[in-house]
């Protein structure tokens, strides 16, 4: 197994749905998915980490998680810790968006503070919930060759994405009946291929010639959409991959050429600006809490 998918949360269809009760936490470290992610808190007390940040979620949170987002959740609460957790890949409903309608916009249009972060009216909440429940339905149909089965949950996908945009865009006011611009679309793919390629030399200039577009214009309409230059992009994935492998037992130098730099002072410097940590100790802290755990 390539160790870069490590510690990556694949699902092996287009798509998964669970509601999970339980009374412990899953997971005990971040982890990015190759796979969107709809993260619903149905209950208080749920904690998290996104990137560097960590959060306090309220009962009916949505957690909107694109394919670069490092993140763990887990509860403080002695009784049971519900959510939902709903999944799918780009490709599952890549071919339902239309020129006017993105699903993916909620995902990685973000020019906002905490742009994951979706709190939910008791209505919008009580509506999530019926859509997740009637995917889960269809998918747990007895009979697998029921007509029409694929396609229905294609739809029932499509709209809880559908209310999930809406609510977002009425969240941070957005207020446009159509997508949010052409150009978006393009940075979709950009993201897309930097996620998918991060631990390659990728430059500028690779990315202008890869989609037919000069740097100057790529690196505005990227900086617009995501608030961050493709470059800075680059580095965060590179960098939210290497904190995940810190916390197995590969060296430090291996990880550093497998995340895509190109020497080992260039990673520490680049780790401990974004992280306040250098490598070197967020390793042995993370060691450390594993023998705690």
């Known amino acids: 197994m ?4 490590k510690l990556e949360e694949t699902i092996y269809a287009d798509y998964d749905i669970q509601h999970k009760i339980t009374n412990y936490n899953e997971k005990f470290c971040c982890h990015t998915h190759k796979d969107f992610e709809i993260f619903f808190t149905n209950c208080e007390g749920v904690v998290g980490t996104i990137g560097q940040k960590n959060y306090t979620l309220k009962k009916n949170t949505a957690v909107l998680l694109n394919t670069s987002d490092s993140h763990w959740f887990g509860c403080t609460r002695k009784s049971d810790f519900d959510r939902y957790v709903t999944l799918f890949k780009l ?27 979706l709190e939910l009216t008791e209505e919008e909440a009580t509506k999530l919930i019926q859509l997740q429940e009637a ?16 396609l229905e949950i294609v739809i ?10 809406r609510i977002y865009r009425k969240h941070h ?9 052409k150009e ?4 979709y793919q950009i993201i897309n291929y930097i996620n998918r390629n991060f631990f390659e030399e990728i430059t500028l200039d690779n990315l202008a010639e890869e989609y037919s577009i000069d740097k100057f214009t790529l690196c ?6 995501t608030s961050v230059s493709p470059i800075k992009y680059l580095i965060n994935c590179r960098l939210n991959k290497a904190k995940e492998l ?15 730099f190109n020497n080992l002072s260039n990673f520490s410097k680049s780790f401990k600006a974004h992280y306040l940590i250098s490598p070197k100790s967020y390793q042995m802290n993370a060691r450390k809490e594993k023998l705690k755990a």
């Open 2 to 5: 390539n160790t870069l998918n």
């Open 91 to 117: 490709e599952f409903l890549n071919h339902v968006s239309t020129q006017n309608t993105n699903l993916l916009d909620c995902f990685y249009y973000r020019p906002f503070p905490d742009p994951q972060i």
């Open 135 to 150: 995917i889960i339905k269809v998918i747990n149909r007895k009979n697998p060759e029921s007509f029409g089965k694929d």
């Open 156 to 165: 029932n996908y499509a709209e809880l994405l559908l209310l999930v945009n």
């Open 173 to 181: 006011h957005i207020y446009s009946t159509t997508t949010i611009g």
């Open 184 to 187: 978006h679309k393009l940075v």
């Open 220 to 225: 505005r309409i990227f900086s617009k959409v």
């Open 246 to 260: 810190l916390q197995t037992d590969m060296t430090i130098e291996k990880i550093c050429f497998e995340c895509g």
